[in-house]
């Protein structure tokens, strides 16, 4: 019973966390299918048709009012012709709580239409208790017009029902659904995300590019109370990132985030 409250508060505390966000509009709790983002098809396997060749990512969290709670994501996609390959590795946690994601997603381009699959390896631990889980994911995309796409995806497809004495080490069922507008240097994201026994959130994220190399982002959501503001930087094929995220936990998250790559 113990080991259930304390579950419970931790999968509360998880919810809560900016984790699937790796790099841009943090406050949306995922991430994007943006262009030359080696992310791109972390929360949306289905990916975003992008140049040619690798991607490699890699960002950092930090939330200092908790000693030892970082998060380090990794990031490697491949695109070729209408194929992408993409691996992704998230780990954070501290001694008594921790958690591991290693995912593997594909996807197709067929003129308008993008399909992606996903699987995914969990590993989560909870003081002496421990376990790994695999499972799937699913995702489309469609472009609706030549200024409004629309991405969906379907993720921890798989869940089982614990026996009584067991504690439910498992990640809760989601879907997401983002509406992506985008004119001249202006890109809009209207989000929704329904997480399974936490709830729906609602979320707006906002990118503008004043300049060639120079991107900022703005994202806000309504059940997590969520606010995040970023700053993009392009060096030929290099990207720097640097956020930081407000929400209903103490303290502010700091995110930074470094993405290159090559034909």
Same mark, same amino acid.
């Given at each position: 019973?113990?080991?259930?409250?304390?579950?419970?508060?931790?999968?509360?505390?998880?919810?809560?966390?900016?984790?699937?966000?790796?790099?841009?509009?943090?406050?949306?709790?995922?991430?994007?299918?943006?262009?030359?983002?080696?992310?791109?098809?972390?929360?949306?396997?289905?990916?975003?048709?992008?140049?040619?060749?690798?991607?490699?990512?890699?960002?950092?969290?930090?939330?200092?009012?908790?000693?030892?709670?970082?998060?380090?994501?990794?990031?490697?996609?491949?695109?070729?012709?209408?194929?992408?390959?993409?691996?992704?590795?998230?780990?954070?946690?501290?001694?008594? /709580? $921790?958690?591991?994601?290693?995912?593997? &997603?594909?996807?197709?381009?067929?003129?308008?239409?993008? #399909? +992606? *699959?996903?699987? !995914?390896?969990?590993?989560?631990?909870?003081?002496?208790?421990?376990?790994?889980?695999?499972?799937?994911?699913?995702?489309?995309?469609?472009?609706?017009?030549?200024?409004?796409?629309?991405?969906?995806?379907?993720?921890?497809?798989?869940?089982?029902?614990?026996?009584?004495?067991?504690?439910?080490?498992?990640?809760?069922?989601?879907?997401?659904?983002?509406?992506?507008?985008?004119?001249?240097?202006?890109?809009?994201?209207?989000?929704?995300?329904?997480?399974?026994?936490?709830?729906?959130?609602?979320?707006?994220?906002?990118?503008?590019?004043?300049?060639?190399?120079?991107?900022?982002?703005?994202?806000?959501?309504?059940? /997590? $109370?969520?606010?995040?503001?970023?700053? &993009?930087?392009?060096?030929?094929?290099?990207?720097?990132? #640097? +956020? *930081?995220?407000? !929400?209903?936990?103490?303290?502010?998250?700091?995110?930074?985030?470094?993405?290159?790559?090559?034909?």
């Amino acid at each position: 019973m113990i080991l259930w409250l304390f579950w419970h508060s931790c999968s509360l505390l998880l919810a809560q966390t900016p984790l699937p966000g790796a790099n841009r509009l943090q406050a949306l709790g995922m991430d994007m299918p943006l262009e030359a983002s080696a992310f791109a098809a972390r929360s949306f396997p289905q990916g975003r048709q992008a140049e040619m060749g690798w991607n490699f990512g890699a960002s950092l969290h930090h939330y200092g009012e908790v000693e030892g709670l970082n998060a380090r994501q990794l990031a490697v996609h491949r695109q070729k012709s209408r194929y992408h390959q993409a691996l992704f590795i998230d780990d954070w946690g501290d001694a008594l /709580y $921790r958690e591991q994601h290693f995912r593997l &997603h594909s996807g197709l381009f067929l003129g308008k239409w993008q #399909f +992606g *699959i996903g699987m !995914q390896a969990s590993r989560l631990r909870i003081v002496e208790q421990s376990r790994t889980t695999l499972n799937g994911s699913l995702g489309l995309s469609s472009r609706i017009n030549n200024q409004w796409q629309a991405h969906v995806a379907l993720q921890q497809l798989y869940q089982p029902l614990p026996a009584a004495e067991e504690t439910p080490l498992q990640p809760a069922a989601q879907s997401v659904l983002a509406l992506q507008y985008q004119r001249d240097k202006t890109q809009l994201f209207i989000t929704y995300r329904q997480q399974l026994g936490v709830g729906g959130d609602f979320g707006l994220g906002f990118l503008y590019q004043p300049m060639k190399d120079w991107q900022f982002d703005f994202a806000w959501s309504t059940f /997590y $109370r969520r606010l995040s503001i970023g700053m &993009h930087y392009q060096y030929q094929k290099m990207h720097f990132h #640097f +956020g *930081i995220l407000y !929400q209903l936990l103490p303290g502010p998250w700091w995110n930074s985030g470094i993405e290159g790559g090559w034909p």
